[in-house]
């Protein structure tokens, strides 16, 4: 999970309000984009775990009447958002481009994912936080990119030249995620996030700025 120097309210930290996981919690999606009513698979120990903790939480709204917030985000990125421990392709792509390095290529490339600058992540975690809605709500951005789309919008705001290797896809991966983001509109209205184009550079000049 990204960092990010907008501050988060107390209540959007509460545990009313913990965030999930999209992509791992739902495996390999049987639609697409994926409703909160999806069923859930996950395909990775890390999967399991956010499943089950939300189980808890349904189980502590039984008995405790907790009103649980839970929010399924998409792959956020931004600036602060570490980069040493595989934690996000494209801080990590954009490091390995500071440092000179090759960028690992899981698959052929194609494989497409919807990804949320993390200011937008956290103004409608804000959003949902203050509202009465209790239950699961998926956060994306509404649009997907494959990983040859970021590299070619990398290769154009850094103006780099780009080395890549290509390795076996990891079976915890899959190869299209995009969540329906339609309940979250419903509740805090039109949603519109910065373009790729635009959260990549301002990722940039976090990056080539940093030790």
């Known amino acids: 999970m990204a960092l990010t120097s907008a501050r988060l309210s107390a209540r959007a930290l509460s545990s009313r309000t913990p965030l999930a996981s999209g992509g791992a919690i739902y495996g390999y999606p049987k639609t697409i984009p994926i409703l909160e009513d999806h069923p859930l698979h996950p395909i ?20 405790y009447r907790l009103k649980p917030l839970i929010i399924r985000p998409s792959n956020p990125y931004g600036p602060r958002q570490g980069h040493y421990m595989a934690q996000g392709v494209i801080s990590t792509f954009l490091r390995k481009v500071k440092l000179n390095e090759s960028l690992i290529i899981f698959g052929d490339g194609n494989s497409k994912k919807d990804y949320i600058y993390i200011n937008d992540l956290i103004r409608s975690c804000s959003q949902l936080s203050f509202s009465d809605e209790i239950g ?45 983001i339609s309940n979250l509109k419903r509740i805090i209205g039109q949603f519109d996030c910065i373009s790729l184009n635009e959260g990549i550079e301002k990722t940039w000049n976090w990056i080539k700025n940093s030790d």
């Open 136 to 180: 699961t709500f998926n956060i994306g951005s509404g649009s997907c990119y494959s990983v040859n789309e970021i590299i070619a919008e990398i290769k154009a705001t850094t103006g780099k030249e780009i080395f890549t290797v290509n390795s076996e896809m990891q079976k915890y991966d899959v190869s299209h995620f995009e969540l329906d």
């Open 44 to 63: 990775s120990s890390y999967g399991i775990i956010k499943a089950t903790v939300e189980m808890y939480l349904f189980l502590y709204q039984r008995i």
